[in-house]
């Protein structure tokens, strides 16, 4: 088992910045790809960024490419989620998921755990 608790997420005007923290307890954090999501009211959930397990690799919806980047510190067990030029449409619930396959997947269905999300409210 694989516990993941996010933190950071907050109200915010357009064009400004958050820092979303996800920390791993449990199983060996290092073994695991970590991934991003969001999900607004009424859409489906959709991955925002996803990181390999070494932090070699990463992957950025179209969406946020440039404005975004996900990072992790496998000796804190956390990655992180730096959202720079805050826009109202990236309004939604933000939750972290872990995967032990090493592949970064952009389908919810193939992550094994999932943090209980926090809100980030961008206002225009």
């Known amino acids: 088992q694989v516990q993941l608790v996010e933190s950071g997420g907050g109200l915010v005007q357009a064009g400004g910045s958050l820092r979303l923290s996800c920390a791993a307890s449990?199983?060996?954090?290092?073994?695991?790809?970590m991934a991003w999501f969001r999900q607004a009211p009424g859409k489906e959930r959709d991955i925002v960024a996803g990181?390999?397990?070494?932090?070699?690799?990463?992957y950025y919806a179209d969406s946020v490419k440039g404005r975004f980047t996900i990072s992790r510190d496998n000796a804190k067990n956390t990655v992180y989620l730096q959202m720079n030029s805050l826009r109202p449409e990236d309004t939604a619930v933000y939750y972290c998921?872990?995967?032990?396959?090493?592949?970064?997947?952009?389908?919810?269905?193939?992550?094994?755990?999932w943090g209980q999300g926090t809100q980030v409210t961008v206002s225009s």
């Open positions: 998921a872990a995967d032990r396959s090493g592949i970064i997947f952009t389908t919810p269905s193939t992550y094994d755990y």
């Open positions: 449990g199983r060996t954090f290092s073994n695991y790809v």
């Open positions: 990181i390999t397990r070494s932090g070699g690799n990463t």
